[in-house]
């Protein structure tokens, strides 16, 4: 299951089952679970632990050193789950000292070409990333999240859970949950109401959500006041508990 060609470490922890392709190197303290795929010319160093059923294309450079010029050759980690689709010539560094120490990348995730998932940043789980999406230092993204090609991320934002951020879009201040923004920089454009459709979410549920955000960005109430008015709401309206979390730990601000 391991090519002749590859260069695979002593210390590394490969189930019997992982494929790995003509080319690659898997370095020192690198861990892969059973049932992954690894194709040809993909480096993969660490410390870095690697789930189950993962899919690794040709030419990606996975848990090598972060791109920061404050790291000075810490132990950090990467830390991916299990059924991603990583495809060509993507980039995911390990964390660093300054942050957790640690990225994270959750499970069932599609991440396209030439993607950079930078130092400490936390990955949720069935997120789309399209060709180029960029993610700087320290981002966090939540479940469901889809990112449109060539859209960036600026380091210590959020995307909240079921967010879509258009194409070519660049947030440079948090995205809240089920929210669509679009543009350079980023403004909410409404409620991502397909990706809710497709997720089995009501027609009740989506119109709950839909006046939530209108509460924020249509009825010029203060934040604090719509808070408040959506605290309230998700006593009996459980689905609006996502979009308060996200207005609540919002710490660079939300796109407007």
């Not at 194709?39 to 870095?48: K, L, M, R």
């Not at 090609?149 to 967010?163: E, R």
């Amino acid at each position: 299951m391991i090519h002749a060609s590859a260069i695979v470490s002593k210390t590394a922890l490969i189930a019997d089952d992982v494929e790995i392709g003509p080319y690659s190197i898997i370095g020192d303290d690198v861990v892969v679970g059973a049932g992954t795929r690894i194709d040809s010319h993909v480096v993969i160093n660490g410390p870095t632990t690697i789930g189950t059923e993962n899919h690794i294309y040709q030419f990606a450079s996975i848990g090598d050193d972060p791109q920061d010029k404050k790291y000075a050759g810490e132990p950090t980690v990467l830390r991916i789950g299990s059924r991603n689709t990583i495809r060509e010539f993507c980039t995911v560094s390990r964390g660093t000292t300054q942050g957790k120490g640690e990225t994270v990348l959750g499970d069932d995730n599609w991440i396209m070409a030439y993607v950079h998932i930078a130092h400490d940043c936390v990955i949720g789980s069935n997120t789309v990333f399209a060709n180029n999406a960029t993610l700087a230092g320290h981002v966090h993204i939540g479940d469901w999240v889809i990112m449109g090609g060539f859209s960036g991320v600026h380091q210590f934002c959020k995307l909240g859970a079921h967010a879509f951020l258009g194409m070519y879009a660049g947030a440079n201040r948090d995205v809240p949950a089920y929210t669509t923004a679009t543009g350079m920089p980023a403004v909410p454009r409404g409620i991502n109401s397909e990706g809710l459709k497709r997720r089995g979410f009501s027609a009740e549920q989506i119109r709950n959500i839909k006046d939530a955000y209108r509460l924020v960005y249509r009825k010029g109430m203060k934040l604090n006041e719509a808070i408040e008015e959506i605290a309230e709401r998700s006593k009996t309206q459980a689905e609006l508990e996502l979009f308060l979390e996200s207005l609540r730990s919002a710490e660079r601000g939300l796109v407007r």
